[in-house]
């Protein structure tokens, strides 16, 4: 199998690291599901206007099912995240979010789809989550907030589900068409609740160039990249690639905003560089080995 599936999902999850420190760009006080929100309507938006004016979306004999299931994960995804790091803090809501997505993922493949996990995810897996935990391990004030835990495991089984539904669409819809369909009802499921904590700061012109980047990069063309990817690799090992998305903030935490990483944390940078390693190249090793045995 090609490397370039896994680069396209690796390349997704460095573009979705980009956007906490783009955030840091906007103005003060402005609640994150208002982000997430506008961060769905432009990336979705723009990819929606330009797959109808080439005409790639039939809307009569689109895949709707899953593409609703799709905007659905995704829009409880975000606000389960942010939830349960306000309740737990950013150290233990983003270890079990992500640590717990790759997880999920494997056991809706295995239980579901009857695909028995590899050692070789089994191994990367296991490596990204010890070095996530050890990388936010001196991040934020931990609590152990019992309704905030539940929830970063909601999230990251959202983040499983859309994942798994995603290849299911790509089986019925090209790539383009299907994130802009799927972020911009994604966006309207957001807008009741994003509505309540206002969205003034939109109109303030400091606001418009990081949320176009949000969007567009971070969004549109993640996500393109991403399912595009995710058409050639297991769901599964996607989510286990798309860690390289906290490896990708926290390097640009250190190098751009000037944040500090402890030794146990660099400990965890490597390991989640090295689980990446191990899904990229490890099938591709057992391949190579196969040939030259026979």
Not at 125 to 136: H, Q
Request: proline letters at 3%.
């Amino acid at each position: 199998m090609s490397i370039l599936p896994y680069a396209f999902v690796l390349l997704a999850a460095v573009l979705w690291g980009t956007v906490g420190t783009t955030q840091t760009f906007l103005t003060d006080g402005i609640n994150p599901l208002t982000v997430a929100m506008m961060r769905s309507a432009v990336g979705g938006g723009t990819l929606l206007i330009i797959a109808t004016l080439m005409r790639k979306i039939k809307f009569r004999h689109w895949a709707w099912k899953y593409t609703f299931f799709a905007a659905l994960s995704m829009a409880l995804f975000q606000p389960l995240f942010f939830s349960s790091v306000r309740l737990t803090g950013v150290a233990i809501g983003t270890v079990v979010t992500i640590g717990s997505s790759p997880v999920f993922a494997g056991l809706i493949d295995w239980l579901y789809f009857k695909n028995k996990p590899t050692r070789t995810w089994g191994v990367a897996t296991l490596l990204a989550i010890v070095g996530c935990v050890l990388l936010f391990v001196n991040k934020g004030e931990a609590t152990i907030n019992p309704i905030g835990i539940a929830m970063a495991l909601c999230a990251g089984t959202a983040f499983a589900i859309y994942t798994h539904v995603s290849k299911a669409l790509m089986e019925k819809e090209e790539a383009m068409p299907a994130v802009a369909m799927t972020f911009s009802i994604s966006a309207l499921l957001l807008c009741p609740i994003s509505l309540i904590y206002g969205i003034e700061w939109v109109g303030q012109g400091a606001n418009w160039l990081p949320l176009a980047f949000m969007g567009v990069f971070g969004t549109s063309i993640a996500y393109l990249l991403f399912l595009t990817g995710l058409q050639k690799i297991s769901s599964s090992s996607a989510v286990t690639l798309s860690l390289g998305e906290p490896l990708t903030a926290t390097i640009l935490g250190v190098f751009l905003v000037g944040e500090y990483l402890s030794v146990t944390s660099w400990f965890g940078v490597a390991m989640l560089l090295g689980g990446i390693l191990v899904i990229t190249f490890g099938g591709r090793v057992k391949k190579v080995n196969k040939i030259l045995a026979t």
